[in-house]
């Protein structure tokens, strides 16, 4: 059985100020389709934020109805989907059951993934465990679980995850962390998994913040603290792991526990991440064989560093990335007038300027000037000074005189 996994797909993403539907659709329209075909997949499975916020624009919609009509309609594919913490959980799930007869499997609240959706192919059965992104409080709700804000766990135990109460009966009742994101999410696991025909192969599909993991520049921080993470003991059952949640493709711990990360760069931190689909062969037995197809994007997020002028007059570095998605990084030190928009005319899509070398200059001491006793002509006199390491040319003094003069006689 072949499986493909990804996840983060982020639709209706603005990436300073610039929607990324096209640059979405042109990976999932075309490079997306032509996998499921070329590699016969047998089911997708996609961990989690499908959408970039609860409520997507419309042209993000849009493209989510094209792609499961697709699916549902032309490739009869069958998509295994969870809810992630950038979705709207229940917004997601509208026409869950309708879509279901189609193929398209969406979990998104708790309290529908009580249960494996056993998922039959040409080689057997395989159970799907969905573990959509939620909140401790919910989950422990859904489980029916007693849970105590006053009582802290002990996580480190080593018989358990959990806490014991004698009840009225005298029998141990386990009492559960309702803040706890490990604890909830194991109890979560440990449910679905005796719910697992004995013998039959498993996966688990969840969006989570696995420990461990290598986190990017874009990714929403889940609560306060690190208390979000879950251990990737949680899912040591299941023969394979589809997650989300992590922009970068990586392993948690064992080679059947994965991220696919996302399938576009969402932050100039990621410049430097090989975006891909996983694809997963299990066998009969549930083991299974892994290997990625490469993003082909259609445009790539770099960060360019140099001085201005070598950046402006680079002819092969305009080439190259003359649509891509560009963070300058400049070593000048000196004031740059109109950098932007001189960027753009030959880097089209120049989103942000750094000013690196500015930024490396040591401050100079600012010694015993007392300020108190300078007018607002000296202390920008000496402000310049002491950011540029040498005091204003004489046209610069000139120019800047002029804009005092203004501004006095505007006031």
């Known amino acids: 059985m072949r499986f493909l996994h990804t996840a983060d797909w982020h639709l209706g993403r603005i990436f300073y100020g610039q929607y990324l539907t096209d640059d979405q659709a042109h990976v999932l329209e075309h490079q997306f389709f032509t996998i499921l075909k070329e590699e016969k997949i047998d089911g997708i499975l996609l961990a989690g934020d499908v959408f970039d916020r609860a409520v997507p624009p419309i042209e993000a919609i849009e493209l989510w109805d094209s792609i499961i009509t697709r699916l549902a309609m032309d490739y009869k594919v069958p998509l295994f989907v969870v809810s992630g913490n950038h979705d709207g959980a229940e917004r997601l799930e509208v026409g869950r059951s309708m879509l279901s007869r189609s193929g398209i499997h969406i979990w998104g609240s708790p309290y529908h993934t009580l249960q494996p959706f056993e998922f039959e192919s040409s080689d057997g059965k395989v159970a799907i465990c ?12 859904a489980l029916g679980l007693s849970v105590s804000e006053s009582k802290p766990v002990d996580t480190e135990a080593e018989d ?3 806490s014991y109460v004698e009840s009225d009966e005298q029998e141990s009742e386990p009492i559960f962390n309702l803040h706890n994101y490990d604890q909830m999410y194991q109890a979560w696991s440990d449910c679905l998994y005796k719910r697992v025909p004995k013998g039959m192969r498993s996966i688990a599909l969840s969006h989570a913040f696995v420990m461990g993991g290598e986190v ?7 609560s306060v603290g690190g208390s979000e993470q879950v251990s990737p003991h949680v899912f040591k059952n299941f023969h394979y792991t589809a997650l989300g949640h992590l922009h970068g493709p990586q392993r948690m711990g064992a080679d059947h526990i994965r991220y696919s990360g996302s399938p576009l760069k969402y932050s100039f931190d990621e410049q430097g991440q090989k975006k891909s689909f996983t694809i997963i062969d299990m066998d009969t037995k549930g083991n299974v064989d892994i290997s990625t197809i490469p993003v082909e994007a259609k445009r790539d997020v770099v960060i360019l560093e140099g001085h201005f002028e070598d950046l402006l007059n680079n002819k092969e570095l305009q080439i190259k990335h003359k649509d891509d998605y560009v963070q300058a990084r400049l070593l000048d030190t000196m004031p740059i007038m109109d950098g932007m928009a001189k960027l753009r005319q030959v880097y089209h899509r120049c989103m942000t300027i750094e000013i690196a070398g500015r930024i490396a200059t040591p401050v100079a001491d600012m010694g015993d000037v007392v300020f108190k006793e300078l007018n607002e002509r000296q202390l920008f006199n000496q402000f310049a000074e002491t950011v540029w390491k040498e005091p204003l040319t004489e046209a610069e003094q000139s120019y800047i005189d002029s804009v005092w003069d203004r501004i006095i006689k505007e006031d």
């Open 130 to 141: 969905p573990m959509p992104f939620s909140e401790p409080r919910r989950i422990g709700d």
């Open 160 to 162: 358990s995850l959990f």
């Open 216 to 222: 990017g520049g874009s990714e929403r921080t889940l």
